[in-house]
């Protein structure tokens, strides 16, 4: 079947430290690969995606690579700030099929002064 | 990108009483919406996806008596909790696909917090 494991979490981190949050998927097809954020109380912003293979999605100076030989599309930020917490949900979509989102199980990041 | 709107964003009902949530997608058309609840601390459980002009298409054990979606036009849908009790009190969030040539997105919504009293 098609999921999604994220790296679990919470996670802690000061200002300016470097930011990974792991994403792995399996899937029956090819699909796209998001990044979506959720800040307290609100619903779910689209983040970055990748739609293929060695695609490189980037927003905020968030990054994430789509890797098809290790299935996998790993959050990045080089530098956080305070504003960056918030949970953070991987999720992919096929291209064939219902095109529904299979989201991981969020994590959440905490970004302390 | 795409912009999707909820409404209300906060509603408090009686228990056994009905509320509608709405959801439209501002600057484009939306042939399929989806329905979320999430409950807190937790991702989103998909309840079911709504297809315009046509019945919505419900997950496994969701109510869909319990649940009406209605998809009555391109840019609206709405979930109607009938009935309400204070187990369906929830965070509630719609997306809606947008078909794009570099392949389709998915933009959520504001999401609905009801509570049921």
């Known amino acids: 079947g098609n999921s999604v494991t994220q790296m679990e979490g919470p996670v802690t981190l000061s200002e300016e430290a470097f930011l990974t949050i792991n994403c792995t998927y399996t899937?029956?097809?090819?699909?796209?690969l998001f990044w979506y954020v959720q800040y307290p109380g609100e619903g779910l912003q689209l983040l970055l995606k990748?739609?293929?293979?060695?695609d490189k999605g980037s927003n905020k100076g968030f990054e994430a690579t789509y890797r098809k030989e290790t299935t996998s599309f790993h959050l990045e930020k080089g530098s956080v700030q305070v504003s960056d917490s918030a949970v953070y949900f991987c999720?992919?979509?096929?291209?064939?099929?219902?095109?529904?989102?299979?989201f991981g199980q969020g994590t959440r990041l905490t970004i302390n002064p | 990108g795409a912009v999707v709107s909820q409404h209300p964003s906060r509603v408090i009902c009686k228990s056994g009483t009905s509320v509608k949530i709405e959801c439209r997608s501002l600057?484009?058309?939306?042939?399929?919406m989806f329905w979320y609840r999430q409950f807190p601390k937790q991702s989103l459980m998909l309840m079911a996806t709504?297809?315009?002009?046509?019945?919505?298409?419900?997950e496994q054990g969701v109510e869909k008596d319990k649940f009406l979606i209605n998809h009555a036009s391109l840019t609206l849908s709405t979930l109607t909790v009938t009935s309400a009790h204070p187990e369906d009190s929830s965070f509630y969030i719609c997306?809606?696909?947008?078909?794009?040539?570099?392949?389709?997105?998915?933009?959520f919504g504001e999401g609905s917090w009801l509570t049921v009293v």
């Open positions: 899937a029956t097809g090819y699909p796209s």
């Open positions: 600057d484009f058309q939306a042939t399929t």
């Open positions: 997306s809606a696909r947008v078909f794009g040539s570099s392949g389709n997105t998915i933009y």
């Open positions: 999720a992919l979509i096929l291209i064939q099929g219902a095109q529904k989102l299979v």
């Open positions: 709504s297809n315009e002009g046509s019945k919505a298409t419900y």
């Open positions: 990748a739609t293929k293979a060695d």
